[in-house]
């Protein structure tokens, strides 16, 4: 059953909603950037603003991620994991977002599956917001994500002018919004018709940034990706990391221990394949010397069947994030088509 709620009333729901966690969400800085962050009162949420360029993967998967501290004793050391066992709700999140958070918590479920991650996910509770105007540079429609979404939410809301129509996808879902029930009525006819409207037009708001991975699937599976092509686009990759850094599934990392008065934290820091140290081995050798070798793999694994096969979905969820940070135009979309085509834009 399909609820709704007044948006005079929504920061009252978040007020509750403060008081059993933290709750994250879009806010304008005075910088003027649009960042997640968390809120200290309802009213604090920036809704209407475009996408914030970092994903709000920092939640379930930091830049540094502490996860065990090391003490000495005597002779011996002394191991304790370190547990993040706070709960969140993360508030006005995109649908490409809300997908890229399931992509990471699938892959980390696989076995040996990761404790850290899996704790930090199953106390978050998303609260999205459709997409009735899709982002310019986005494509989530070609990668099963967006603009709205039929699965993978705990709570999807749709904007529909003065109020928002709620859509319950999980029993997490469920708790948030029985702890504010006298704000939530139930949808009229008009207001699901209206919701479903929405959705059909902005499946047509979708311009020339689009990504049709079908056929570039067939061909990096099947290695006919020929390496003079994948060398004529590495030529234009400036190895930054800035597609790695703002990708919703992108998890590559390295392991770091900070040590302080005989105490030593392991923390899992985020990485880039398209980093030359990143296959680096202790001996010297390094299996991925050649940056055409690291992009043929960063985009083997985002969109080769055996990944899809694995995975469920391929490794991108169309946020078209790469598309504005990349110098280089050896983002997503552009990658994709010169593979389907057989060639490269000079």
């Not at 649009?34 to 809704?47: H, K, M, Y």
């Not at 979404?149 to 129509?165: A, E, F, I």
């Not at 708001?205 to 990706?225: L, P, Q, Y």
């Amino acid at each position: 059953m399909a609820l709704a709620i007044e948006k005079k009333a929504v920061s009252g729901w978040l007020e509750r909603l403060l008081k059993l966690g933290e709750v994250i969400a879009p806010t304008r800085t005075p910088t003027g950037d649009v960042l997640f962050s968390n809120i200290r009162s309802g009213s604090d949420v920036a809704w209407n603003l475009p996408n914030p360029l970092h994903p709000p993967k920092e939640f379930v998967l930091p830049q540094t991620d502490p996860l065990v501290q090391i003490k000495r004793n005597g002779q011996h050391h002394e191991v304790e994991a370190i547990h993040d066992g706070r709960r969140r709700f993360l508030v006005n999140a995109r649908s490409c977002d809300v997908k890229g958070i399931a992509f990471l918590t699938r892959m980390h479920e696989m076995e040996p599956a990761d404790a850290s991650y899996l704790r930090r996910s199953n106390n978050l509770t998303i609260i999205s917001l459709a997409c009735a105007t899709p982002c310019p540079s986005g494509f989530c429609i070609c990668t099963d994500s967006g603009p709205f979404l039929s699965d993978s939410y705990d709570v999807q809301l749709t904007d529909l002018d003065k109020s928002y129509l709620i859509e319950v996808g999980s029993a997490k879902g469920e708790a948030a919004v029985a702890e504010a029930q006298g704000l939530f009525r139930k949808a009229s006819e008009d207001e699901v018709s209206q919701r479903k409207r929405l959705e059909e037009t902005a499946k047509h708001h979708f311009g020339n940034e689009t990504c049709h991975f079908a056929s570039a699937m067939r061909r990096i599976s099947t290695g006919r990706v020929p390496d003079i092509l994948w060398e004529k686009m590495s030529d234009w990759c400036l190895e930054c990391g800035g597609c790695n850094v703002i990708c919703p599934t992108c998890y590559c990392f390295s392991v770091k221990d900070l040590g302080r008065d005989g105490v030593w934290v392991r923390c899992r820091l985020r990485d880039s394949c398209q980093y030359a140290a990143f296959t680096l081995e202790a001996s010297g050798h390094n299996p991925r010397p050649e940056k055409k070798d690291r992009m043929k793999r960063r985009f083997f694994h985002k969109v080769s069947a055996q990944y899809y096969t694995r995975d469920g979905a391929v490794g991108c969820v169309g946020c078209g994030r790469c598309v504005q940070v990349c110098l280089g135009a050896t983002h997503m979309p552009a990658v994709v088509a010169a593979i389907r085509k057989g060639s490269w834009h000079e």
